[in-house]
C-alpha cells in the first residue's frame, strides 16, 4: 500500500514582499509550495522540482523559512514557531529529499564586508556570515559615482516606512582595464525589475477611454508590460501585477467594460487605483498582426495567440462564462464566477472566500426595487441599492447555487418568494410596516396611560380644593 503524503497547511504565516510581510495561507504538499494572498487571493505556487536551497531562520519574534529555487529567485516565509522546526525538516526530507539547514546572519553591526551575488540576489557578507540579502527585483534603479553605486527600491503602497536607496562604497581595482563600480552596476541591472520598451509591441490600441483613471489612453502591450500613454499622464505597468482581467456588459448592451485588477495599484499624485476600467463600444472592430513568427508563438505561447486576430474590440479578450448581469443604480453589480464585482465607482471586488452572508433588504413599501447586502469576514458591509424586482429570482437562485449563506432565509421563505415580490405592493407583507405599526401602537397604549394617570391626578387634587373651600 503506498504511503499517504502528509500535507501541510499555516494560516496565519507572511512573506515578504518589497520590504513589507504581507498575510498568506501556506500549503505543503507532494506537488511543491503554494501560498495564497489573504487580501487580494492572488494565488501562487513553486514547483518541487525547483527547489534548490531551504533554510531554517531566526526572525524578529518569530521564525522563518528561506527558500532559493533553482531560476535564482529567494522566497521568504515568516510567522512559524520553534516547535515548527522538526516537522518542516522531516517533511522536506521525505517528501522533497531536501535537507532544510538552520541559516545564521550576522549581527554584529558592521558596514563594511563583502558583496557577492548569487541568481537574482545580493549578499552582503560580514567575514564568513551574511549580514543582509537583497532580492534584486526589488530594485528600480541603479547609479553610479566615483567609488560608489546606489541602489534604489520599488516603494510599497502600504508600508509604513520604506527603504528609498541604499549606496555602496566600492574601493578601485589595481587591474587596468577593470572597473569594479560599472561591473557591480551591470550585474544589479542584468537583474532588477526596471521596465524598458525593448522590441515592438504585440498589440496597439489607439484612444482608448478610461474611466478610471479618467482619459483617453494609446495603450501599448509588450510581453513583460503594458504601457498606457495619454496628454498628461504615462503608465507602465508590469505583467506581474495584474490579478484579474474581467469583460463586463454595460447596462445599455451596446458597450462593455475591461476592468484590469492590479496589485499593487497604479498612482496617480496621492490617488491610487487598484483597477483599471476600460470602456469599448459594441461597434469598433480592429485588425492586429502580431509581429511574431508562428514558430515564436508556438514556442513563447503555446499556440494560445493567433498571428492575426480580427473582430469586435472586446471579443479579442476571454472572460469567464456563467455570469449574471443585474441593473442598479450607479452602475451595476455583477456576480462572475467566484466573486462579485461592482463598476464603477468606486469598483467594488469581493471574492465569495471573504463573504459572511448575504441579505436581501426592502428599500421600502412604496418602491420596485430591493437591496442586496453583503457582509465580508473583516467585518465590513457593501450594500448594492435599488436593484429591480423582477431580478430577485435570478439572483436568489444564483446565491443559492454558489451556497452562500443567506441571513434572512427564513423570512424569505415563510410565503412564496414570487409573491413577496408581486407587482402589487399592497398586498405583499412588509416586515419594516409591520415592526412601524407595532412601535406606534405601542407609543399610543403609553400615552394612553399616561393620560389616564393624568386624569386621575387631577381629579384627586380637585377634590382637595373643593373641599378646602367648604
Not at 531536501?98 to 557578507?125: C, H, I, P, Q, R
Request: neutral net charge; proline residues 5%.
Amino acid at each position: 500500500m503506498k504511503e499517504e503524503v502528509p500535507v501541510l497547511e499555516y494560516s496565519d504565516v507572511t512573506i515578504e514582499s518589497r520590504g513589507i510581510l504581507v498575510p498568506v495561507r501556506l500549503k505543503l504538499s507532494d506537488q511543491g509550495i503554494t501560498y495564497r494572498n489573504v487580501k487580494t487571493g492572488k494565488v501562487e505556487s513553486l514547483n518541487a522540482s525547483d527547489l534548490e536551497v531551504i533554510n531554517w531562520q531566526r526572525l524578529a519574534g518569530s521564525y522563518g523559512l528561506r527558500i532559493f529555487t533553482e531560476n535564482g529567485n529567494l522566497y521568504r516565509f515568516g510567522g512559524f514557531k520553534e516547535s515548527e522546526q522538526s516537522k518542516l525538516e522531516k517533511f522536506f526530507k521525505n517528501t522533497y529529499s531536501k535537507t532544510m539547514s538552520e541559516k545564521e546572519f550576522s549581527v554584529k553591526g558592521w558596514n563594511y564586508g563583502a558583496a557577492k551575488f548569487e541568481g537574482a540576489v545580493l549578499t552582503f557578507d560580514v567575514g564568513s556570515t551574511p549580514a543582509f540579502e537583497v532580492p534584486l527585483n526589488n530594485v528600480s534603479g541603479c547609479t553610479t559615482g566615483k567609488n560608489e553605486v546606489t541602489m534604489e527600491f520599488h516603494q510599497h503602497d502600504d508600508a509604513t516606512i520604506n527603504l528609498m536607496e541604499m549606496r555602496f562604497h566600492i574601493p578601485s581595482s589595481e587591474n587596468v582595464g577593470d572597473d569594479p563600480v560599472e561591473t557591480f552596476q551591470q550585474r544589479v541591472m542584468d537583474k532588477a525589475s526596471v521596465i524598458t520598451a525593448t522590441g515592438d509591441a504585440l498589440a496597439i490600441f489607439r484612444e482608448v477611454q478610461c474611466l478610471t483613471p479618467r482619459g483617453r489612453y494609446d495603450i501599448k502591450v509588450y510581453p513583460t508590460f503594458i504601457q498606457l500613454h495619454g496628454k498628461t499622464f504615462d503608465y507602465k505597468i508590469p505583467v506581474t501585477t495584474v490579478l484579474r482581467l474581467f469583460l463586463l456588459p454595460h447596462p445599455d448592451q451596446r458597450q462593455h467594460f475591461f476592468v484590469v485588477s492590479l496589485d499593487p495599484p497604479i498612482k496617480q499624485g496621492q490617488t491610487r487605483y487598484p483597477y483599471l476600467i476600460l470602456l469599448f463600444s459594441g461597434d469598433d472592430s480592429d485588425a492586429i498582426e502580431l509581429p511574431l513568427s508562428e514558430e515564436e508563438l508556438q514556442e513563447k505561447y503555446e499556440g494560445r495567440l493567433e498571428k492575426e486576430i480580427s473582430g469586435a474590440q472586446f471579443e479579442t479578450f476571454r472572460f469567464s462564462r456563467h455570469q449574471l448581469f443585474l441593473p442598479c443604480r450607479r452602475w451595476l453589480p455583477l456576480p462572475v464566477g467566484a466573486c462579485l464585482i461592482y463598476v464603477h465607482k468606486p469598483p467594488v471586488h469581493i471574492r465569495f472566500d471573504e463573504i459572511t452572508s448575504v441579505n436581501f433588504a426592502r428599500s421600502g413599501s412604496t418602491t420596485r426595487s430591493f437591496d442586496f447586502e453583503v457582509e465580508i469576514k473583516n467585518g465590513g458591509v457593501h450594500t448594492f441599492s435599488s436593484i429591480e424586482k423582477g431580478e430577485y429570482n435570478r439572483l436568489f437562485d444564483y446565491v443559492n447555487q454558489k451556497k452562500l449563506r443567506i441571513k434572512n432565509r427564513g423570512k424569505m421563505e415563510m410565503g412564496s418568494r414570487k409573491d413577496d415580490f408581486d407587482n402589487s405592493d399592497a398586498d405583499e407583507p412588509d416586515p419594516y410596516m409591520r415592526r412601524v405599526r407595532e412601535e406606534a401602537k405601542e407609543r399610543h397604549d403609553d400615552n394612553d396611560e399616561d393620560s389616564q394617570r393624568r386624569r386621575r391626578l387631577c381629579t384627586r387634587r380637585g377634590r382637595k380644593r373643593c373641599g378646602r373651600r367648604i
